[in-house]
């Protein structure tokens, strides 16, 4: 089906947490193959992988070191095969990722460019000398804190690492550099995914010249925990070259039918302005996401103002939304403080997400109202989180282990101890606690899928927003003159409005709302969905 990604809802697997079925402790393969059919009974368009690639784990596969083959920790190429198979059967597609920005320091490559200026391999990577004084070329700092600098004594030069040390920079004015990346990414086309989320989409290139960093335009009322954050990153990344490698991207998947692909864009200054650039027409990437939506604001005027921002340089670019990933807190713990009732709020988010314009990316376990892990210090294994202790508490706790039966030992994720613990908090919104229930988070996802699919206003249509008041979220999507209105209330209190030639949509999913007459009250969490006319009216009511 040609673009099948544009209004998907696309499910992200943690593989290490997903399903371990070999006793180690850690998800593999064939425990995603095994649960693919829950996967398809939820109403899913694709899935997600985070790497599966041979690596060290010193980033939990964020750092590879053999681009065309998978981790013996994960299983084996067969392995994969076998799921790429049943998920096609499904009528699953699979995306996997790519990280292309940076390897593992045990690539053979990196170890023949640092031992030498003269090697065959001694550009491919981003090379400096220090200054007279023996410091880094410039200010660049790293995601992982500290300098984005590595001295090599081997070769008497600093190395650029925009992450781990473990991490170098690929060198991406080599083009033998791009050509050998493109070709790894064939590589898997040939093996039959559908296409790729591309990690870091915006670090590829940095600046030749190596000009240090501007400070922050930023105003923070308290100083951000990593230093980086006082810098706007002008010259470390997002540089012009990047488009026309992401063309030369697109060209690659072109050759291959009913492909995609998404890019992370990591950015605290212009993510929206990027992400518009890097997928505008049809010759770089299909979507891309940001961490505007994934952030600390839950607010009406921030999320009309992050999605109206993303469509209002072009309206040919498409957005891929998600509230929770691996790389962040738990959405549901996140935004809701009071935790007072986390089943309805995580209905009001997921209903939010799965009607904004754009495409959708569900996080596992996030169908289940999934909350995130507190985890003691001697738990963590994420290196940001051992370093910047407790300020910043890493990313452990939300990628703690799926958990599908409260009843078995580690809630059915392993029958050994897993990597990371499953504790009773999660282990209480467990599948099979949710399964049969049809007021559960999960029952609600599933029916809010189909109730999707059925309107095609809320899959690929244009949006419309009206503001009422901070609390309320008021939008309209439309397509084929078939306009849906979508309120919610993102607040605890109750709120009544005034309202004519609106009518609730039949079987569509609602939540704490009541209509009479010409009064719409809301309690708190309330959300519902519409047919509106052309001289609808919808106000608070005094």
Same mark, same amino acid.
């Given at each position: 089906?040609?673009?099948?990604?544009?209004?998907? +809802?696309?499910?992200?697997?943690?593989?290490?947490?997903?399903?371990?079925?070999?006793?180690?402790?850690?998800?593999?393969?064939?425990?995603?193959?095994?649960?693919?059919?829950?996967?398809? *009974?939820?109403?899913?368009?694709?899935?997600?992988?985070?790497?599966?690639?041979?690596?060290?784990?010193?980033?939990?596969?964020?750092? +590879?070191?053999?681009?065309?083959?998978?981790?013996? /920790?994960?299983?084996?190429?067969?392995?994969?095969?076998?799921?790429? *198979?049943?998920?096609?059967?499904?009528?699953?597609?699979?995306?996997?990722?790519?990280?292309?920005?940076?390897?593992?320091?045990?690539?053979?490559?990196?170890?023949?460019?640092?031992?030498?200026?003269?090697?065959?391999?001694?550009?491919?990577?981003?090379?400096? #000398?220090?200054?007279?004084?023996?410091?880094?070329?410039?200010?660049?700092?790293?995601?992982?804190?500290?300098?984005?600098?590595?001295?090599?004594?081997? !070769?008497?030069?600093?190395?650029?690492?925009?992450?781990?040390?473990?991490?170098?920079?690929?060198?991406?004015? %080599?083009?033998?550099?791009?050509?050998?990346?493109?070709?790894?990414?064939?590589?898997? /086309?040939?093996?039959?995914?559908?296409?790729?989320?591309?990690?870091?989409?915006?670090?590829?290139?940095?600046?030749?010249?190596?000009?240090?960093?501007?400070?922050?335009?930023?105003?923070?009322?308290?100083?951000?925990?990593?230093?980086?954050?006082?810098?706007?990153?002008?010259?470390?990344?997002?540089?012009?070259?990047?488009?026309?490698?992401?063309?030369?991207?697109?060209?690659? $998947?072109?050759? =291959?039918?009913?492909? @995609?692909?998404?890019?992370?864009?990591?950015?605290?200054?212009?993510?929206?302005?990027?992400?518009? #650039?890097?997928?505008?027409?049809?010759?770089?990437?299909?979507?891309?996401?940001?961490? #505007?939506?994934?952030?600390?604001?839950?607010?009406?005027?921030?999320?009309?103002?992050?999605?109206?921002?993303?469509?209002? *340089?072009?309206?040919?670019?498409?957005?891929?939304?998600?509230?929770?990933?691996?790389?962040?807190?738990?959405?549901?713990?996140?935004?809701?403080?009071?935790?007072?009732?986390? &089943?309805?709020?995580?209905?009001?988010?997921?209903?939010?997400?799965?009607?904004? !314009?754009?495409?959708?990316? $569900?996080?596992?376990?996030?169908?289940?109202?999934?909350?995130?892990?507190?985890?003691?210090?001697?738990?963590?294994?994420?290196?940001?989180?051992?370093?910047?202790?407790?300020?910043?508490?890493?990313?452990?706790?939300? !990628?703690?282990?799926? @958990?599908?039966?409260?009843?078995?030992?580690?809630?059915?994720?392993?029958?050994?101890?897993?990597? $990371?613990?499953?504790?009773? !908090?999660?282990?209480? %919104?467990?599948?099979?606690?949710?399964? &049969?229930?049809?007021?559960? +988070?999960?029952?609600?996802?599933?029916? =809010?899928?189909?109730?999707?699919?059925?309107?095609?206003?809320?899959?690929?249509?244009?949006?419309?927003?009206?503001?009422?008041?901070?609390?309320?979220?008021?939008?309209?999507?439309?397509?084929?003159?078939?306009?849906?209105?979508?309120?919610?209330?993102?607040?605890?209190?109750?709120?009544?409005?005034?309202?004519?030639?609106?009518? /609730?949509?039949?079987?569509?999913?609602?939540?704490?709302?009541?209509?009479?007459?010409?009064?719409?009250?809301?309690?708190?969490?309330?959300?519902?969905?519409?047919?509106? *006319?052309?001289?609808?009216?919808?106000?608070?009511?005094?």
């Amino acid at each position: 089906m040609k673009n099948w990604w544009k209004g998907s +809802v696309i499910y992200q697997i943690y593989p290490r947490s997903f399903l371990d079925t070999t006793g180690n402790g850690i998800g593999d393969i064939k425990g995603i193959t095994k649960n693919l059919d829950y996967i398809s *009974k939820l109403g899913v368009d694709a899935i997600w992988l985070s790497p599966v690639f041979t690596s060290p784990m010193n980033d939990m596969g964020y750092d +590879v070191s053999h681009y065309t083959d998978i981790d013996p /920790l994960f299983g084996s190429l067969e392995d994969f095969d076998e799921m790429v *198979k049943k998920s096609h059967e499904l009528n699953l597609k699979v995306v996997i990722d790519q990280v292309l920005s940076h390897s593992s320091d045990q690539l053979p490559f990196f170890k023949e460019s640092r031992t030498s200026k003269d090697s065959e391999k001694s550009d491919w990577y981003v090379w400096a #000398d220090s200054k007279e004084d023996g410091s880094p070329p410039n200010n660049w700092l790293s995601v992982f804190g500290g300098p984005a600098w590595e001295w090599e004594p081997l !070769r008497g030069q600093y190395y650029l690492h925009n992450f781990l040390p473990s991490q170098p920079d690929f060198n991406f004015h %080599n083009v033998k550099v791009q050509s050998w990346l493109l070709e790894r990414s064939r590589f898997w /086309l040939e093996r039959g995914v559908d296409g790729f989320r591309l990690d870091t989409v915006n670090y590829y290139f940095h600046d030749k010249k190596l000009r240090s960093n501007p400070p922050s335009s930023i105003n923070y009322k308290n100083p951000p925990t990593n230093p980086r954050d006082l810098q706007d990153q002008r010259h470390a990344i997002n540089q012009t070259e990047n488009l026309k490698f992401l063309e030369k991207y697109r060209s690659l $998947l072109d050759e =291959f039918q009913e492909t @995609t692909s998404v890019g992370e864009v990591g950015d605290n200054h212009r993510a929206l302005e990027i992400m518009n #650039d890097y997928t505008n027409g049809n010759k770089r990437l299909h979507m891309a996401y940001s961490f #505007d939506l994934l952030g600390s604001r839950f607010t009406a005027s921030h999320i009309k103002n992050t999605v109206e921002g993303f469509f209002s *340089k072009s309206d040919e670019s498409w957005p891929c939304w998600s509230f929770s990933n691996h790389d962040v807190t738990r959405h549901v713990s996140r935004w809701n403080s009071s935790a007072s009732d986390n &089943k309805s709020f995580a209905k009001l988010t997921g209903a939010i997400l799965m009607s904004l !314009r754009g495409s959708v990316c $569900l996080y596992q376990g996030e169908e289940l109202g999934q909350t995130e892990t507190e985890l003691k210090f001697n738990e963590l294994t994420d290196p940001p989180g051992i370093r910047f202790w407790p300020a910043n508490k890493g990313r452990d706790g939300c !990628r703690t282990p799926m @958990t599908w039966n409260s009843t078995l030992n580690n809630a059915g994720f392993s029958e050994s101890k897993p990597w $990371l613990p499953v504790k009773k !908090r999660q282990q209480e %919104n467990s599948v099979n606690l949710q399964i &049969k229930s049809k007021d559960s +988070v999960l029952s609600f996802y599933s029916n =809010f899928l189909i109730f999707r699919k059925l309107n095609a206003s809320l899959v690929d249509g244009s949006i419309d927003f009206k503001f009422i008041d901070e609390r309320i979220l008021f939008y309209i999507r439309i397509k084929n003159n078939a306009p849906i209105g979508c309120i919610f209330n993102l607040s605890k209190e109750e709120i009544i409005l005034s309202y004519r030639n609106i009518i /609730l949509l039949k079987d569509s999913p609602s939540q704490k709302l009541q209509t009479d007459h010409d009064t719409l009250k809301l309690f708190g969490n309330g959300f519902g969905f519409f047919k509106i *006319k052309p001289d609808f009216l919808l106000q608070l009511k005094n």
